[in-house]
DNA sequence: TTGTATGCGTTATCAT
DNA sequence: ATGATAACGCATACAA
């Protein structure tokens, strides 16, 4: 390997000028720093980054603590978080914890001195305090349950859309609305449900348990979740996905009991991943903007990075917009069939 | 920060045990690993990466340089590669270049001396050189052109696939079948241009250049083709998207034509990422399983890094399979309508 | 403007 | 079994 060494002896200058050369430094002369530069390029030399790192103590990294890496959102949030990064001079440095505590440690661990900041999406309730712990650099929450001046997060206006999602299916007609519930444990699941029973609430329709079915964000529980929801009676006449992966695996469900959709049953899903629209019929949904907010998260621990110590640490909250399209609908009026 | 000294004075101990414990040395009683052990967990100390790296000359990371982030596909890809790595102890490092030659020139540069190899998948042709020529480490090289004994790489066995699904929808009675194409100057899409050629070619039906409309891999231009190919007389009754994205434009721009597919013209795909099954109707493809090829690909390089000079570079392929959906089917006779 | 020398945090070699 | 110390490759304060 060439090392910065090579290049001085070979260009006949100290390792302080190469150096100053590499870095753009104005205290060389036009002459010297062509030499220098020729050199370099002609021994194929550039710089070590670990090496250089611990010098300057940057890294220009920035790390990614993803609990999977399956599906569009996740896909969304890198494109978002990698583009501003690049931008700024960083790169990345992925990893999936599948939220298993030894996992995280692991990636915690590996990450000291190679990244100067992580952003951290743990849906597992008490890993941001695990974080907390063990992080000697700037993080960046994204949707967890934490509070206060002590982290900085970032969130989904999670209830708010659900709320809306669920008056705007009120405003149809419907008034059995059943729910595809995410994970037990998950932060952006439990506040979905809260919105949806708080619109149900307000618009005077008491709840009823049995309307709410388990899911776990995957497709295939938003299937068998359908297929249970087909079965109470009176039958519901919507179903609000938590996400996007079950309310099209409630799709498929409904398509091969040979329920109509929407006039048999409204079918409506939370965050817009990109096949949402391509769905038959197109989804209506609750949109987030996934690479907005992985962009916005990468702001966030930017900032904190270069602000070092005066950086006040906030919760922010990202808005989210209905996306109405073919999937909802008028409800059949019962009394007519 | 807390470094290894700090550890060393609070135990009582030189910088050389605390290491030597945290490297599980056998040269270190269990007296004393125990005490070092608590202390370390007492100040909350980690090693700092770039430094062991730069003793070590490892860093146990590979970097992944892919030409985009958008999509299943490169999600899917990076999944696999993130599992292999992970169970060997690695990380990644995530680098776009939009396939531009100083992207590419950036993103090399800053892996030096933060990866131990690189896995590269850069669809211009050329870039290979451009990587072979700056890396200082092995590198995997994913669906390129480059042949020889210079290189690693990975290829999908495109041409065959497109072959075997031209051969399918003529074997249904297709004569007039179109294709979709990729990016010009894409290896992929060249070859799965060649192989639709050939399989029409090999069944007697002559080449339509009228029937090849051209696409860019993204689901938009593959509405506009499907567009264009609609006006085309007499009208293709099948229609074969370089990949599955394209397909997915095809079928909303047929529907909103009120083209029933498939009874009035089939469409297939190519990869099979994961939405393909929940359109609708459901999308026949070539399957690519795409985080097998991640997998493969970063056996391989790993391969490469720990056999370093031993290590023979060669050419591999990986298979597909064909996936039948509902998308295709017999042609509707034109005689009979 | 350039060179010398020290330090960054860790591992590894050589003593002890 | 443990300690002192020289690398590792680079940046930078200080000298010249």
Redesign the pocket.
């Given at each position: 390997?060439?090392?910065?060494?090579?290049?001085?002896r070979a260009a006949?200058?100290?390792?302080?000028?190469?150096?100053?050369v590499?870095?753009d430094?104005?205290?060389?002369?036009a002459?010297?720093?062509g030499r220098v530069r020729a050199v370099a390029e002609r021994l194929g030399?550039?710089?070590?980054?670990?090496?250089?790192?611990?010098?300057?103590?940057k890294t220009n990294g920035i790390g990614v603590l993803l609990p999977d890496l399956h599906g569009e959102f996740y896909s969304e949030l890198i494109r978002g978080i990698d583009q501003r990064a690049q931008r700024h001079g960083f790169h990345l440095l992925l990893a999936s914890s599948h939220n298993e505590k030894a996992a995280i440690a692991a990636a915690l661990q590996s990450m000291?001195?190679r990244v100067d900041g992580l952003i951290v999406m743990s849906p597992a309730p008490g890993a941001h305090l695990q974080v907390r712990d063990m992080a000697s650099f700037p993080v960046v929450l994204l949707n967890s349950a934490a509070v206060g001046a002590e982290f900085d997060a970032l969130a989904v206006a999670n209830a708010h859309g659900a709320t809306q999602m669920i008056a705007h299916l009120i405003g149809l007609g419907h008034r059995r609305i059943a729910m595809i519930k995410g994970p037990v444990r998950n932060h952006d699941a439990a506040e979905r449900l809260r919105g949806y029973r708080a619109a149900l609430k307000e618009a005077g329709i008491g709840a009823d348990e049995s309307l709410e079915a388990q899911g776990d964000f995957t497709d295939a529980s938003g299937y068998a979740a359908a297929n249970e929801l087909l079965g109470r009676t009176p039958r519901p006449t919507a179903i609000f996905a938590a996400n996007d992966a079950m309310a099209i695996g409630a799709l498929s469900a409904l398509r091969e009991a040979g329920v109509r959709v929407p006039q048999e049953m409204a079918v409506t899903g939370f965050d817009d991943i990109p096949m949402a629209r391509y769905m038959h019929p197109p989804l209506s949904t609750v949109r987030v903007d996934i690479a907005a907010l992985g962009e916005r998260a990468t702001d966030r621990l930017l900032e904190a990075v270069a602000s070092r110590r005066k950086h006040r640490k906030r919760r922010e909250v990202v808005p989210v917009t209905l996306v109405i399209r073919e999937s909802c609908n008028s409800p059949v009026r019962r009394d007519a069939s």
């Open positions: 390997m060439v090392t910065i060494k090579d290049v001085a006949g200058v100290s390792v302080a000028t190469v150096s100053r590499h870095n430094s104005a205290l060389v002369t002459d010297t720093r030399y550039s710089p070590h980054a670990a090496a250089r790192s611990l010098s300057t103590r000291r001195g």
